[in-house]
């Protein structure tokens, strides 16, 4: 729920960067794409608000990933983010914030959100922008490797954990604060399969960042490598796995991601989004809004209140 600063471990906010030049061959927007032999890079780019995620890059990357999936030619999907941060979580405050607008539903069957009131607008959005849209990407039947640098927090959890794979720059850090907001954590709740379940309550009750180097030894990042060659490591185990037959490696990652289902993934996060909602509720009867008070002037003191511990 949260954009956050490179200096804290919780802070939503936009810097004054400007924002970077779009890729070669591809017209600026909030996503990029473009496509090397097998392999397709669809590429965040609101790097002046470190990749923050409003709707309207949210329904880009969707309809991004739907390209990769349609195109005969792309055997494997690499994500990333441009600039120096991955991603720093949902839009909370930047100036293009568009939560309040109406985007054409793709993820599900709830109806349109923005002109609803109260729990309704926000079930009805976050059922598809958030844990639909991941649910949609996650299903995506071919391999597709995040590669992370900077700052991965709350949202960008999120983005990260759909992918099969993740790579993660030495500097790359991993963060859900949202406990702070009085929310049991992200819409997609994948954290008790992503790292073990004492590690998950470690990771939300303290709110702190997790560096990528202790994501690797919890299981949730499968190779850590210097930011220089972040793109490149990247690249190429993405061209490795591209050399496997497609249906292959399709069936195979059904096969996993069926393993997790039967492990209760799939009905976990239902439950937990039910509490999500709940938590919104509460705030929006006992604070000013829906997220608790929390805005980017908050979340950023907060995290600058956060210890700093050695090796997390």
């Not at 990749?51 to 494997?76: F, G, H, I, P, W």
């Amino acid at each position: 729920m949260t954009a956050e600063t490179p200096d804290t471990s919780g802070t939503p906010a936009a810097s004054d960067a400007p924002d970077a030049p779009a890729a070669s061959g591809t017209a600026a927007g909030p996503v990029l794409y473009e496509r090397r032999g097998p392999v397709a890079y669809v590429t965040l780019n609101r790097p002046r608000y470190r990749n923050a995620q409003n709707s309207a890059m949210t329904y880009a990357l969707d309809a991004a990933l739907y390209r990769a999936a349609a195109d005969d030619e792309v055997k494997v999907i690499v994500l990333a983010g441009s600039g120096d941060h991955f991603c720093a979580g949902h839009d909370i405050g930047t100036p293009e914030r568009d939560a309040h607008l109406p985007f054409e539903r793709r993820a599900g069957l709830w109806w349109d959100h923005s002109d609803k009131a109260g729990a309704e607008s926000r079930f009805a959005r976050e059922s598809e922008v958030y844990l639909g849209m991941c649910r949609r990407w996650r299903e995506l039947p071919k391999p597709v490797v995040a590669s992370v640098q900077g700052a991965c927090v709350a949202g960008g959890l999120m983005l990260a954990w759909v992918c099969d794979l993740i790579v993660a720059s030495d500097d790359a850090f991993f963060a859900d604060p949202v406990v702070r907001m009085g929310i049991p954590g992200v819409e997609y709740f994948a954290h008790p399969w992503v790292m073990p379940p004492r590690v998950a309550k470690e990771f939300l009750f303290t709110g702190e960042r997790m560096s990528a180097r202790r994501a690797y030894q919890v299981g949730m990042v499968n190779r850590v490598v210097e930011r220089a060659e972040l793109a490149d490591r990247t690249s190429e185990l993405a061209e490795r796995i591209a050399g496997m037959p497609r249906f292959g490696l399709a069936l195979a990652k059904r096969a996993v991601n069926q393993a997790e289902d039967l492990q209760g993934l799939h009905t976990g996060m239902d439950s937990v989004f039910g509490l999500h909602h709940l938590a919104h509720a509460h705030n929006a009867e006992t604070a000013k809004d829906a997220l608790g008070g929390m805005d980017v002037a908050a979340m950023k003191q907060a995290g600058q209140g956060s210890p700093k511990r050695p090796g997390n």
